[in-house]
């Protein structure tokens, strides 16, 4: 069975930092892409960080050089690392892993969904 268990958010002030963790299994994980995903409400669900099985790492124009995408050698758990965060952050986050790699970015491509984890940011 694949499973993916998000962790780690919870509500902080603007400036704050949280780390989200991703616990994967049941799957192999070294093929295609892997990452996290966020969506507010009222908003279409948008690729934040995600790493291709080359190594390869996006991220939203939005979070670069404050989000940190990492995941440890056997790529059974990814990280997001949050620093420096604002109101418009806000939003459910969600792991997530499709088989192929390339196009990483693309939500409606991945087959495996967490149930994702709330990060509130207040001002």
């Known amino acids: 069975v694949v499973q993916l268990v998000e962790s780690g958010g919870g509500s902080v002030e603007a400036g704050g930092s949280l780390r989200l963790s991703c616990a994967a299994s049941?799957?192999?994980?070294?093929?295609?892409?892997m990452g996290w995903f966020r969506q507010a409400p009222g908003k279409e669900r948008e690729g934040v960080a995600l790493?291709?099985?080359?190594?390869?790492?996006t991220y939203v124009d939005s979070v670069k050089g404050r989000f940190t995408i990492s995941q440890d050698n056997a790529k059974n758990t990814l990280w997001l690392q949050m620093n420096s965060l604002k109101p418009e952050d806000t939003a459910m986050y969600y792991c997530?892993?499709?088989?192929?790699?390339?196009?990483?970015?693309?939500?409606?491509?991945?087959?495996?969904w967490g149930q994702g984890t709330q990060v509130t940011v207040s001002s």
């Open positions: 997530a892993t499709k088989p192929r790699r390339g196009l990483c970015s693309r939500p409606n491509l991945y087959n495996y």
């Open positions: 049941g799957y192999d994980y070294s093929r295609g892409c």
């Open positions: 790493i291709d099985s080359d190594g390869t790492i």
